[in-house]
């Protein structure tokens, strides 16, 4: 049974978007080993329309001498989670997911295949999590207070997570691998003494 691996860089105070504006200065080569080692574990992507208009207007355009990651972006399946995108999807390999979400992925993590993944697209990944198709959450952590955008968790978000590893890179990045509890599992936690 395949995976589904939401990865994010979140700044301190929680925040996801814009990280063109912040995360690099924290980049270095460990990070780029462990993305690229994450890119080369995905065969598929889970997308939602405002992240797929946004790579779709980058990835296609890149050298892949320059940018080596552009042969996957390209190569690789897109599933676009969209009830407002028209078709034809002029991406590569970018079909929709337009009805039906959870039952439409629990059929795309029966297939054989890699780790489907996810980058981006917080409300697709909050909608995920609570329908409990997310395996698991790999959060890229910055030593940087943004104050405001748009935060992967929102306010009365709740689902319990279990830290399965962490390490931290040499720019003070924490990464942290987590999975999603059930609540069956979270209520045995509870009662526990």
Avoid: C
Wanted: net charge negative; proline share 5%.
């Amino acid at each position: 049974m395949r995976r589904v691996v939401a990865s994010e860089f979140v700044s301190l105070d929680g925040v996801m978007e814009s990280p063109e504006k912040w995360h690099f200065p924290y980049f270095d080569d460990e990070m780029g080993e462990t993305i690229g080692s994450a890119m080369s574990a995905s065969d598929a992507m889970l997308m939602g329309r405002v992240l797929y208009e946004e790579w779709a207007a980058f990835w296609p355009n890149q050298d892949p001498e320059e940018n080596p990651a552009a042969v996957h972006m390209d190569g690789v399946r897109k599933y676009v989670v969209s009830t407002t995108l028209e078709e034809p999807l002029e991406w590569n390999n970018s079909p929709f997911i337009r009805e039906n979400v959870a039952e439409e992925i629990t059929w795309l993590k029966r297939q054989t295949g890699g780790v489907i993944s996810i980058s981006g697209s917080a409300s697709l990944i909050r909608s995920l999590l609570s329908e409990g198709l997310i395996d698991e959450l790999r959060l890229m952590v910055h030593l940087v207070v943004v104050g405001s955008g748009k935060r992967l968790f929102e306010e009365g978000d709740r689902k319990a997570l279990e830290l399965v590893d962490s390490r931290t890179f040499s720019k003070g990045v924490v990464y942290l691998t987590y999975r999603p509890v059930s609540e069956r599992d979270d209520n045995d936690r509870k009662e526990a003494p």
